[in-house]
């Protein structure tokens, strides 16, 4: 089933250059970017965003993360795309994430781990309502699908 994910670059990942490297691992493995946004995440939206983590000891520092400089807001289509994204990924804990995965190449702590994807579809619609309007997720046809399926 195709499906869209929200998917975003954390504020380490925007400061360590690695957007274009990190975008690249989507698009190579053929999936279809039909949003991008650089923003500044205020307290309130990076909240409401990790509302299911606000009774973790880590949710402060969680908060002063997100908001401390931008973050590349995300929508990526594909079949299967939540589930096949999360593979790419990787692991909460980057020490624990396999080699090929984003967080297994890019990153060294579960406090910086570079990058968020919806783990349900659930997850995935509310995200992608809190992050963009309608009119900002580009409906296309993307002419080399027709080579990447069957
Ligand atoms: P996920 O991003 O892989 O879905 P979640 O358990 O939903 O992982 O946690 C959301 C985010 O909260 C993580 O990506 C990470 O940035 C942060 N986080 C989770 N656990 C810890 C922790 O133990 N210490 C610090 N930050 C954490
Ligand atoms: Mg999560």
Same mark, same amino acid.
């Given at each position: 089933?195709?499906?869209?994910?929200?998917?975003?670059?954390?504020?380490?990942?925007?400061?360590?250059?690695?957007?274009?490297?990190?975008?690249?691992?989507?698009?190579?493995?053929?999936?279809?970017?039909?949003?991008?946004?650089?923003?500044?995440?205020?307290? #309130?939206?990076?909240?409401?965003?990790?509302?299911?983590?606000?009774?973790?000891?880590?949710?402060?520092?969680?908060?002063?993360?997100?908001? &401390?400089?931008?973050?590349?807001?995300?929508?990526?289509?594909?079949?299967?795309?939540?589930?096949?994204?999360?593979?790419?990924v990787?692991?909460?804990?980057?020490?624990?994430? #396999?080699?090929?995965?984003i967080?297994? #190449?890019?990153?060294?702590?579960?406090?910086?781990?570079?990058?968020?994807a &919806?783990?349900?579809?659930?997850?995935?619609?509310?995200?992608?309502?809190?992050?963009?309007?309608? #009119?900002?997720?580009?409906?296309?046809?993307?002419?080399?699908?027709?080579?990447?399926?069957?």
């Open positions: 089933m195709i499906q869209k994910s929200f998917v975003m670059m954390k504020p380490d990942a925007v400061q360590r250059r690695l957007m274009g490297k990190i975008l690249s691992c989507f698009e190579e493995k053929g999936l279809q970017i039909v949003a991008v946004k650089l923003m500044q995440i205020n307290e #309130d939206l990076a909240k409401t965003h990790y509302g299911e983590h606000a009774d973790k000891p880590f949710f402060g520092s969680l908060i002063e993360y997100i908001t &401390s400089s931008p973050s590349l807001a995300m929508v990526i289509e594909g079949e299967e795309a939540i589930s096949t994204i999360r593979k790419l990787g692991a909460t804990n980057p020490l624990e994430a #396999d080699l090929g995965t967080r297994g #190449d890019f990153a060294m702590d579960t406090g910086r781990n570079i990058i968020h &919806s783990d349900s579809p659930d997850s995935a619609e509310r995200e992608i309502n809190l992050f963009f309007n309608e #009119d900002e997720i580009c409906d296309y046809e993307i002419v080399d699908n027709k080579l990447i399926y069957e």
